[in-house]
């Protein structure tokens, strides 16, 4: 009787599902130019706002390593003027314009997007063109930068608590990999680079055929598409070959440990499991595992480590999503009190749990539900519909996955998340740092 | 064939010139046709408890939002400060149906999310969990139970909390901040403290709901893929048996702005950076006839990059970061300009904001300046109607404040006729440089002097991180959170040479001498593990005076001859006689509480109360530095402990001054000697 109750509940379910899926899709289409820009087109009239964004196929993982921080420092430098933009004008004309600007920079790309009214979109595509054609990179722009980009690493990793984390996370956990380094890199590097070194990347990197552009909102087709020819079609194509590192990071060969020092009050466990690439079968099934170990106050981290034994104040895991085998990481503050290994002790119970019993039934079901809703909020604003086709297209080859990604999430069974424990959640395959305070 | 093939050519000749039509690249290109603004529907209904409810269809996304407001009055309760924030902390925990943890795993199981707070609750799911949501949401707010253990817990949480954000600067100034503006008798102007925290009970808490949380006051938006018709059926099912209460109603004076221009420092000896907060109440009500350009006012002077930023940060290289900002509220509102800066530049960076605040209310905007922040806020009107939340929010205003029906679709018409004058009465009449509250937290010692020239009264007032005012000559800060008395004896204990070191002491003799009215006295002390203790004191041979304890008998032998020890003093030698009792606090059931950190001499220390089972207390302070402790207060007097040295890998004090009234004891220890075998004899009490 139970049995089949639940066996048609998650029929209903299913079948839900597939309705609400198919209900919304969002339409696209795509093109090269020439040139080789790739362009995808979402419209949608519903509200008067655009949303333009630029991603260039280059990240920290493209730089030399005596150069690193070199693509965050681009994101800076795109900002500072252009041959018809004057410099600090960037951020004004998109303020007059009632817009909103901003960028960001990994491991693996850079991402430019304006957020406007949907009159002003020509405006968008103008400035993000100039930014491609035209940036001035001068010695004026470059110092400015270099003194606020350092005020963004003291601000943002060394002088805030648990700042560092990823970084030394990163250190530890590769080697011979560019991942090795994050993308605000060293401040002795960008100091150490002469102009023309940054004039040289911009020009290998920031052209049209290693690059994406997504306009996403309230536009007509034909009409854009035109504009887009207007501004892009004579930006000459890159020449320069661009830099791909086909690096393989040997396996780790058993646990990594060590202490970080760092102005915090409480002490934070940290462990990172290598894990593969962003789009390989198995990074769902990691992703809906996290949803059991720590998605919600009713995951099984939360409940036992937090709620009940109260050993820790916050914990939760995460996979890192990258285009190269990338990391698992779980991450655990304690309690006033409590020690680092006696919390690091309460986190290896739930994985060895997990890796001996498996999940349940009603757990699985769970973090079917939660993937479901993640994807659907997801694509909630044009902004990140934008954001999400541009990562579809250059990392996984389709930008099609905006709607049918899910379905991969849905493929995974009960028994992939049990494996994908047993196989990367396993000690000899893991950094562990601690975090304890400097000495008082 | 031809038809086609000419319609071709035309195409392509036309893709062709359109791709390399010569473009002016030195024009910005302009703005199209602006955009009609549709702002979207709220369709609302009123349950006959009184719970009134806004729905926007939007099915953009097959997702549904809640969101309830509780608008009661703001309660002022001194004592239970915090109250409200308890009691909304606990309200998702358990419920009459269910205990916490079903309601976590219901919300989980379907990829939702809730979170409840004092003043309302925000849910968010897929839409065709719209139905399950409500139950769950009904329940939690009409059922809510309220349970020892969760209700521990989230004091806890809060405590933890008040403890980090002591040590966090800008949370400080916020505490501050709301006392300087509203003062002490006004519901903004409480904060929670330790105290107020203990004061506030599981039943104060049920009271509280008991009586607050009622349908009449409360406000709830439904937003999402959802269907108006649907929502009244589910909200009338589980919400038509929310019962109506009489929810109290509470008026208070509304808070003025100081007489004059009031300076006021909480003290961070170490801090490298100065916190800012130049601020008053002000009277602007949500709604206001002015309120358009009492806020294009405020973007012009410190919203983004705009006066202040441009002058602190561009010019001036002061800061990150200054920006101000002008809220309205139903009791009251506030200005508050706020700018994180290097302490050298404290006094500086006042002084820039008073200059920038002026300069609104002297000159006339530019009208290039005036359309720039105008043009801004016009857009970002229309991106913020991409959350369809928004038009909710729009309908809550409207209800809540009594807005005219037409306010938001009207609101870009009188946004587009302010003109130059208009932001110039704005600025005078809600900017007031010369009765602000110019608070600073930072390094005292350092920055005092120099915003001296600021103050109406030439004077400076200090504030501890709970807004209390204090004379700065005595003064206890807080500790830093994860400080606790433990971790302070117990690096006293590795300070002084270790626990194992400690244990391994088995007997000690000190020999001290000290100057009394030109005479000098000896004072000789034995000490024998575990519990044995003896002292005489004389001069040039002669033994005055002489207590002795053997583990339970004391005896004290004087020139009046010799008395046993009994009752409350022979309690207090019993503590007195034990070996390094710090290393046993648990075993005599010794209670220890950090205070806080306070300034002996020229050290910090931190300050330790310790309470003997005989409710006896005594006050300790351990050098932060060294850890070494370095006074200690008891009804006995005041000792100051110095000069330690090491002896067999432990450290004692050389110099010990003690201090009882008026009178003063100096001694300075000559000898110590540890393991010389005592006999158990010495320590006999007959």
Known sequence: MKFKQLWFLTALLLFTFMLSAQQRKIAFEEYDLKNGLHVILHQDNSTPVVAVTVTYHVGSKNERADRTGFAHFMEHLMFEGSENIPRGEYFKIVQNAGGQVNAYTSQDKTHYYELLPSNQLELALWMESERML?????????????????????????????????????????????????????????????????????????????????????????????????????????????????????????????????????????????????????????????????????????????DDAQKGLAVFSFPFPLADPGLYLVFGIA????????????????????????????????????????FITSNARMSSIADNLAEYHIFYGDAGLINTEIDRYMKVTRDDLNRVAKQYLREDNRVVLHYLPKSQ | MTMKKIFFTILAISIFSAAYAQIDRSKMPEPGPAPQIKIGEARSFTLDNGLRVFVVENSKVPRVTYSLVFDYDPVFDKEMAGLTDITGGILRTATANRTKEMIDEEIDFIGASMSVYAGGLYASGLSKYTSTLAELIADVIINARFEEEHFNRVKTQTLSGLMAGKNEPSSVAARVNNVLLYGNNHPYGLNITEKSLEN???????????????????????????????????????FGKWERGLVPKHSYPTPMPPKGVRVAVVDRPNAVQSVIRVGYPVDLKPGAEDIISARVMNSILGGGTSRLFNNLRETHGFTYGAYSSLSSGKLVGSFVANTDVRTIATDSAVNEILFEIRRMQNELVPLNELNLFKNEMNGNFAL??????????????????????????????????????????????????????????????EIAEGLKRFSSTGKILYFDEDGNEYDPAKKLKAAPEGMNADEVIGAYINAIGGEKNLKGIKDVSISAISEIQGMSLNIDTYLKAPDKYRMEMG??????????????????????????????????????????????????????????????????????????????????????????????ISENGVTEIADYREVSKVKFPFSIKQTSGPQSFDMKVLSVKVNSKLKDDLFKVN
């Open chain 2, 539 to 632: 001069s040039g041979g002669t033994i005055f005076s002489k207590q002795i304890f053997d583990g339970t008998k004391g005896t004290v032998t004087s020139p009046m001859g010799e008395q046993p020890i009994e009752g409350e003093l022979l309690e207090d030698l019993k503590f007195q006689s034990v070996m390094n009792i710090e290393l046993y606090y648990d075993k005599y059931n010794i209670k220890r509480e950090l205070k806080g950190i306070e300034t002996v001499g020229e050290k910090e220390a931190y300050k330790v109360e310790i309470t003997y089972p005989t409710s006896k207390t005594e006050t300790q302070y351990f050098d932060v530095e060294t850890g070494l402790r370095i006074k200690l």
């Open chain 1, 335 to 374: 309690n006033m009190g409590v020690e680092a290994g006696d919390l690091e002790r309460a986190i290896d119970e739930q994985i060895k749990i997990v890796i001996n019993e498996g999940i349940s039934e009603r757990e699985f079901q769970k973090t079917k539900n939660m993937q479901e809703a993640s």
């Open chain 2, 200 to 238: 506030i009970t599981l039943e104060s808490c049920e009271r509280f709901y008991n009586t607050y949380y009622k349908p009449e006051i409360t406000y709830m938006a439904v937003v999402g893929d959802v269907k108006f018709d649907e929502i009244k059926k589910i909200v009338e099912n589980y």
């Open chain 2, 384 to 445: 913020s109607l991409e959350d369809p939340q928004t038009i909710a929010n729009f309908a809550l205003n409207i209800a809540r404040y009594d807005l005219p029906a037409d306010y938001y679709t009207t609101y870009l018409q009188r946004l587009s006729a302010i003109n130059e004058n208009d932001i110039l009465k704005a600025a005078n009449k809600y900017l007031m440089p010369n009765n602000v509250n110019i608070l600073v937290v930072g390094n005292a010692s």
């Open chain 1, 134 to 306: 035209h940036l001035v990179i001068d010695s004026v722009g470059v110092e400015t930068q270099r003194s606020v980009v350092k005020e963004e690493r003291s601000q943002s990793y060394d002088n805030r608590p648990y700042g560092s984390i990823i970084e030394e996370v990163f250190k530890h956990a590769y080697t011979k990999h560019p991942f090795n380094w994050l993308p605000i890199g060293s401040v002795q590097y960008i100091d150490q680079a002469q102009l023309k070194e940054f004039q040289d990347f911009h020009k290998t990197y920031y052209v049209p055929n290693n690059a994406v552009l997504v306009i996403a909102g309230d536009i007509d087709v034909k009409a854009t598409r035109k504009l887009i020819e207007k501004y892009f079609a004579d930006i000459p194509k890159g020449k320069a070959e661009l830099y791909r590192p086909q690096i393989v990071e040997p396996p780790l060969q058993g646990e990594i440990r060590d202490i970080v020092y760092d102005n915090i009050q409480l002490p934070a466990v940290i462990q990172a499991y290598r894990i593969p690439e962003k789009g390989h079968p198995d990074s769902y099934a990691l992703e809906m595992l996290t949803n059991i170990l720590s998605g919600g106050e009713s995951s099984r981290m939360y409940k036992a480590i937090v």
